[in-house]
């Protein structure tokens, strides 16, 4: 297991080194979860809450919600239809396009993925004060640029 006095000191003093850490830190830990528990993982778990929250919609659209690769989203989907989680049909005025939506067993698990997220979410964080967790969210909102595509996995 690695320790953070085993961090090159250049890279501990480095505000995204250590946001990436932490990131890479918590979707171990939420993936290794979710998929004991229900088979799912954490962008699984995305999906379901974009489809929940847009309702029907195009596959091209999922991508752009979860801000996302089109062909990493296609694996994605075709991982959430074998599961039952979401279903897809062609479109009635363009065949083309691949429309999507959550199915009653997707609304399900993304319900109880949220429960079991939310328990992760308390102990990762344990170590921050209430005050501390609002901050870095904050902070975090700062850094974001609207302009800069992020649909790198």
Known sequence: MLQ????????????????GLAYKQFRTLANQ???AKLG????????LKVLAHGGEMPQQGLAEG??????????LVDNCIKRELVTSFKSETNKKAKYLMITDKGLLIKD?????????IEQFYEPLSTQ??????VL????IK??????ND
């Open 112 to 120: 109880q993925a949220g429960a079991i997220l939310s328990e992760i």
């Open 4 to 19: 953070t006095s085993q961090i090159v000191p250049e890279l501990e003093a480095s505000a995204s080194f250590m946001m």
């Open 140 to 143: 975090c909102r700062k850094l």
């Open 66 to 75: 979860l801000l996302r690769e089109r062909s990493a989203t296609k694996r």
């Open 146 to 151: 609207d302009d800069i595509y992020l649909g």
């Open 132 to 137: 501390e967790r609002d901050t870095l969210l």
């Open 33 to 35: 979860a979710l998929l």
């Open 40 to 47: 799912i993982s954490l962008e699984m778990l995305g999906a």
